[in-house]
């Protein structure tokens, strides 16, 4: 019973999993820090929410330290919501059934560069975060567990506003495909009154009698890969665009706000007034629009890009006195800067103007020429109009289509902004050559011509490969703008429209019949994919699986066309009824339509083999499978940099999270994305990670944490782990052929391709010739063979029935520049292409069928982003103790900058820290030594010096001005540079201070008894002295000197001072050991005379008073007897005296 019970539990787990992989997709949208589990919310907001630190107070018990003055534990102002969408099942129940089936999606958000790096160094970056999920406890009466979902933090980084988030699951419990979301920030979007205001114009609650089935597509224009927030406009009889940031998975409609104007005047003429926004193209932080021949550009609010502005309140005109008859896109940014190309139009038909877009501010030039011509008295026509500009920012040159107005002449010219000079290239033949049967015709002069005009309406420019198309009712292609072959399988009744590219090795156009036409750019072959029989196969397969998105009744219309990542995409109109409906994404299904149309169109008989019919068809393929091997690990060339993230542990028995428990796992991110941030130390850490400094404090106690939470004691019932907040270095490569590739300086990209042929049993009726190893070579397209050059080997598996190439791509080691790190880098292509392959072959897989025989990846020249120069003081520091014979440190020690004598020779290490692969080696490359400030006693007291005194105090300069700061240890003059400074290396690095009389370290006064301290600001760069690398290492770091010497002049006058005062001490001395004796006997005689006379004195004091009273007493005694004897004495005579 039981094991019937759990085989029947085990095959509706196995139907379950079935229906969900091909019924359920992921969904992801963002919700507000405080309103959890409600539906799509804009992304605008862009300040941290610093209320989150509160909540880390909390955790006591815990890896975190509250007390950390270096961590920053604040949130994001959004939430990433994750659902899931099922076309048949329920989908709550589905949720439900996959959490408790053990899935868990799984989150990456990759973050784009921005256009001007303020802030930030140029680097490739994403974040992977594991999902928490979560219980709305709204409206759940009768069960536990009503509606769920999984929550993420919703990341920014500084200075990114364009963010690409994957979706994938686990791989535990319900299978879901993954998923890709453009999530962007929306800076024109902002808060009015305590509700969400549209600041470009107002927004339309509807679609009702905005579009119509007849209203033909547009294009839809932006700065490839930067532009956060697309509008599109050319909706006829109205001001209107429709504005998205997440690439049309969702739209907002926008009535602009701008006056609608109309003047026509004879310098300006105009045929008929319109209110259509005919022009729209989106920059990373401006939109530009057109109306008539105005144009309006408006900023948005962007603090995370640092840009010299705060945004736009209301549309700006530009370009005020200019006829603008059309815009053309700039499709890439340079050296910071965005472009754009205005078309003059009346009286300025044939002038040209460039509007530029860097940190917020637009500018516009005037009319560009040459010597005050024009490009039609260039070439020297009487009236001439551009068609169509394009810009090569890799060589500066803009590409100019002109129409000799009156005649069929049109002409490539191309001109110089630097110099301001015009240049022809090519003449475009007036009528369409004669199609081969190739798919193309050189146009060498030989060829023959049909009576058909040729009219070109625009050019196009990949600047990767660097293949150049005229385009109008026909495609010219060439890859150097002068030698041109025509792609003749594209027909020329139906002139292109507008022309795409994805920059991947596709190509898309669409023609006035709004037809919709497909090539690679490794091949001839062009297809027409819509309107097709095969796109009408795979429209009724999507009906009958229950697609929303498409229908047998509802007439539909296409609005416009463009790649995103890669693939093809369609917005469609889907009408409801007459004058409503809705704006669908949808990805055009080329490698469905490929398929489909090579069953359709290829040929095919019937056969009979081993007493079984079979249908035939031709394998119009010549191989049957194709894979990459032995690609190496894809961070060390993709120069992504990959940050881990799960959420924290609770101690809730259900698992759910709650809103704490996500706060912190806000903090947790943040944090992690902030070391990443700050982690530019000019002195190398002991351990290469930015995370070290995070839980260095805490590592020891790790298994205390570990044994708390595992008796579910932790504080807030929250358990932060330390081992899952991390940064990834090894990944693994999927033989995946990478998108990018970035080589450095003689760098080496080495993989194989493996190629078989088909199997008795695939290959039943052909040939040996038709199913041969013969039949499958491998060709490899390189755009800049100058700069790179690949080998091919190929080794035949007989056995096998297979091919293997091996394939070493390097740099030859002449790009002439050496720039920052991810700076400038010049862009390239590697192309693999299969030989006969075309559009023929294809494969099944999970998601489908899938073109295949031709690959392409972006190649990058220069110095990788990820790379940078630090100050090795550990190595410094023992190599300067052992050479010296002595180790050396101030008393006042500081382990974040030891100090160095300045009578010890100086021996500086450096490191090259590869912030992608985590690997740090020895800097052995030259380098350029420079002391450019200094203070003495501390940090605050430093003060940078101006290019002449940096001149003075580091060159040979200095010795003839006796300002020299520091001398070769070897004393030898050694290499220098064009400017004089010394080259030092890893093996002649001895530095000898010296700190001449001219120089600013020169007779420091000390302020204690100890000798002065003193705080050299450092910069070390290897630009234009080391050919090892194309990167510019620049590196500024403080280095503490203790013990500098006086001057002569002060120390003989210290000396002079010191000797006088031992001197006279000594002096003093002898006296006083001479003269002793005598002073102390005379003192003793004059203290023995002053005490006997003291005695005296008191002695005759004492006989004075006794005789003094003695005489008193007498006096008194004869008193009183003359008064007893008084009466006697009147009767005889006086009595006679006594003489004495």
Not at 132 to 147: G, H, I, L, T
Not at 681 to 705: I, L, M, S
Request: glycine letters at 6%; one cysteine or more.
């Amino acid at each position: 019973m039981w094991q019937l019970f759990t085989a029947t539990l085990s095959l509706v787990f196995l139907c379950m999993k079935h229906l969900f992989a091909t019924d359920c997709q992921w969904v992801a949208v963002v919700n507000n820090f405080d309103d959890l589990g409600t539906d799509r919310k804009i992304f605008f907001a862009q300040r941290e929410i610093r209320r989150v630190a509160e909540i880390f107070k909390e955790l006591t018990d815990s890896a975190i330290d509250p007390d950390d003055r270096n961590a920053k534990y604040l949130g994001f102002p959004y939430y990433l919501k994750i659902n899931l969408s099922c076309i048949v099942q329920n989908s709550e129940w589905a949720v439900r059934t996959g959490h408790y089936t053990g899935l868990r999606p799984i989150v990456t958000v990759t973050f784009t560069e921005p256009v001007h790096p303020v802030r930030q160094k140029q680097e490739q970056l994403q974040i992977e975060m594991r999902s928490a999920p979560y219980r709305d406890k709204a409206n759940c009466d009768s069960e536990e567990v009503c509606q769920m979902c999984w929550f993420t933090p919703m990341p920014f980084y500084n200075g990114t506003v364009v963010l690409d988030v994957l979706v994938e699951s686990n791989g535990i419990g319900l299978p879901v495909q993954s998923s890709r979301f453009a999530i962007n920030i929306n800076g024109y979007v902002g808060i009015a009154q305590n509700e969400v205001k549209i600041r470009i114009g107002e927004k339309l609650e509807s679609l009702k009698s905005v579009l119509s089935l007849n209203d033909p597509s547009r294009p839809l224009w932006y700065t490839y890969g930067q532009a956060p927030v697309l509008i599109l406009g050319g909706i006829p009889r109205s001001k209107i665009v429709f504005m998205s940031d997440s690439l049309f998975l969702d739209y907002i409609p926008i009535e602009v706000g701008i006056d609608s104007c109309w003047i026509g005047s004879l310098s300006c003429p105009q045929g008929a007034f319109s209110s259509a926004i005919v022009d729209a193209i989106s920059t990373e932080s401006t939109l530009f629009i057109r109306q008539n021949q105005l144009v309006y550009y408006f900023t948005g609010h962007y603090p995370l890009l640092h840009v010299n502005t705060s945004g736009s309140e209301l549309w700006t005109r530009i370009l005020n006195h200019v006829c603008v008859r059309t815009l053309n896109p700039v499709i890439f940014p340079s050296n910071g800067t965005e472009y754009v190309i205005a078309l003059g139009g009346g009286w300025q038909e044939g002038e040209f103007f460039l509007i530029t877009i860097k940190d917020g501010i637009v500018k516009a030039s005037g009319s560009l020429r040459e010597k005050d011509e024009t490009v039609c008295d260039f070439l020297k026509a009487s009236a001439c109009s551009i068609r169509w500009a394009t810009y090569s920012l890799n060589d500066n040159q803009i590409f100019l289509l002109v129409h000799e107005t009156g005649t069929e002449k049109h002409t490539i010219v191309v001109y110089f902004p630097d110099v301001k000079r015009f240049e022809f290239i090519y003449h475009i033949p007036e009528k369409v050559p004669k199609a081969s049967d190739k798919g193309f015709v050189l146009l060498l002069g030989l060829e023959q011509y049909t009576n058909t005009t040729l009219i070109p309406r625009g050019l196009a420019l990949n600047p990767f490969n660097n293949i150049f198309y005229i385009w109008g009712n026909v495609i010219l292609q060439s890859n150097d703008k002068q030698s041109y072959i025509y792609l003749s399988d594209f027909p020329n009744d139906s002139p292109i429209k507008y022309f795409v590219q994805s920059f991947t090795g596709e190509i898309a156009f669409v023609t006035d019949r709004e037809e919709i036409w497909v090539s690679k750019e490794l091949g001839t072959e062009i297809k027409k994919v819509y309107p097709s029989e095969a796109w009408d196969v795979f429209n009724y397969l999507q009906v009958m699986r229950g697609s929303p998105h498409y229908s047998l009744t509802l007439k539909h219309s296409i609005l416009t066309i463009f790649y995103a990542r890669g693939r093809l995409h369609e917005l469609v109109y889907l009408a409801d009824s007459a004058d409503n409906g809705r704006l669908v994404r949808r990805r055009f299904p080329l490698s469905h339509v490929l398929t489909y149309d090579l069953l359709i169109t290829t040929p095919n008989k019937e056969m009979r083999h081993n007493g079984l019919d079979y249908i035939k068809f031709a394998h119009l393929c010549p191989f049957a499978v194709v894979r990459h091997v032995n690609l190496p690990p894809p961070q060390e060339f993709t120069r992504m940099e990959h940050y881990s993230a799960m959420p924290p542990e609770i101690m809730e028995k259900t698992g759910f999270h709650d809103e704490k428990s996500l706060i912190v796992y806000q903090g947790l991110v943040f944090q992690l994305l902030q070391l990443h941030s700050s982690y530019h130390r000019a002195y190398a850490d002991p351990v290469h990670d930015p995370t070290w400094r995070w839980w260095k404090n805490k590592k020891e106690d790790a298994e205390y944490y570990t044994y708390v939470a595992s008796n579910w004691n932790t504080s807030a019932g929250i358990y932060v782990d330390m081992a899952n907040y991390i940064k990834m270095y090894h990944q693994m490569s999927d033989n995946i052929m990478p998108a990018k590739i970035y080589l450095d300086k003689h760098t080496e990209y080495t993989f194989s391709l493996y190629l078989s042929m088909r199997t008795t049993k695939q290959s039943m009726g052909e040939s040996a010739d038709e199913n041969s190893l013969q039949n499958m070579w491998l060709t490899l397209i390189i755009a800049h063979p100058e700069y790179i050059h690949a080998d091919l080997h190929r080794q035949e598996l007989i056995s096998r029935g297979s091919v293997l190439y091996a394939i070493e791509v390097h740099d030859k080691g002449n790009y002439p520049y050496q720039q920052l790190s991810g700076k400038n880098l010049m862009k390239s292509s590697l192309g693999l292409k299969v030989a006969h392959s075309g559009l023929n072959c294809y494969e099944y897989t999970s998601k489908g069928p899938r073109i295949r025989g031709s690959y392409v990846s972006t190649v990058y020249i220069g110095c990788p982003p990820g790379k940078r120069l630090a100050f090795d003081i550990t190595t410094t520091r023992n190599e300067t103790t052992f050479k010296n014979k002595r180790y050396f440190d101030c008393i006042n020690k500081d382990p974040e900058m030891p100090c160095f004598s300045f009578n010890d020779v100086f021996y500086p290490s450096f490191l090259v820290q590869d912030m992608v692969t985590g690997e740090s080696g020895r800097f052995n490359g030259s380098y350029i030594f420079r002391v450019i400030g200094g203070g003495p006693f501390s940090i605050a007291n430093i003060r940078y010096f101006s290019e002449e005194e940096t001149f003075n105090y580091n060159t040979v300069n200095g010795s003839e001005t006796s300002s020299l700061i520091w001398l070769r240890a070897d004393m030898q003059e050694g290499k220098v540079d064009s400017k004089g400074f010394r080259v030092l290396s890893q093996a002649q690095s001895g530095i000898l201070w010296v700190c001449q009389k001219n120089s600013p370290c020169y007779d420091i006064v000390p302020q204690g008894l100890s000798a002065p301290d003193y705080f050299f600001a450092i910069e070390v760069s290897n630009r234009g002295v080391d050919e090892t690398t194309y990167c510019d290492y620049a590196l500024e770091f403080i280095l503490h000197v203790h013990g500098l010497r006086l001057s002569p002049t002060r120390a003989i006058f210290l000396l002079k001072i010191t000797l006088a005062i031992i001197l006279g001490m000594l002096f003093l001395y002898i006296v006083i050991y001479i003269t002793g004796p005598l002073a102390k006997s005379f003192f003793n005689k004059t203290f023995r005379r002053l005490e006997e006379a003291f005695a005296m004195r008191m002695e005759s004091s004492l006989t004075f008073s006794s005789s003094f009273t003695s005489q008193a007493s007498l006096q008194h005694l004869a008193s009183e007897i003359s008064r007893n004897s008084s009466p006697q004495s009147a009767k005889g005579s006086p009595p006679q005296s006594k003489t004495r």
